[in-house]
């Protein structure tokens, strides 16, 4: 099994500042993608950012969040600067790869709650 676990959620003021982490463990041999996604009350959840052969933000974060990877901790980071109250939700890692074995998975992390007060 693949295990992510997230850290940095918290409360903020509009126009403040988060750093999200994710680490993933367990029995990976390899990381394709880790990205962020999110979830508001009454939403969908939605891409946030991702990082994988190339990068994409939605277009709500694009100058204002911006993703990294650290490949050697299996970890991926979400900095997000100049926060809205609309990003408020709570936010979700993501990653897919391959487990030793040859085995595919995508698995989520239990997610950390945002909140931008206005």
């Known amino acids: 099994q693949v295990h992510l676990v997230e850290s940095g959620g918290g409360l903020v003021q509009a126009g403040g500042s988060l750093r999200l982490s994710c680490a993933a463990s367990g029995s990976i041999f390899s990381i394709n993608s880790m990205g962020w996604y999110r979830q508001a009350p009454g939403k969908q959840r939605e891409l946030v950012a991702v990082?994988?052969?190339?990068?994409v933000y939605a277009d709500s974060v694009k100058g204002r969040f911006t993703i990294s990877r650290d490949n050697a901790k299996n970890t991926v980071y979400l900095q997000m600067n100049s926060l809205k109250p609309e990003d408020t939700a709570v936010y979700y890692c993501?990653?897919?790869?391959?487990?030793?074995?040859?085995?595919?998975?995508?698995?989520w992390g239990q997610g950390t709650q945002v909140t931008v007060s206005s």
């Open positions: 993501n990653a897919g790869g391959t487990r030793w074995g040859n085995l595919p998975f995508n698995s």
């Open positions: 990082s994988g052969g190339s990068t």
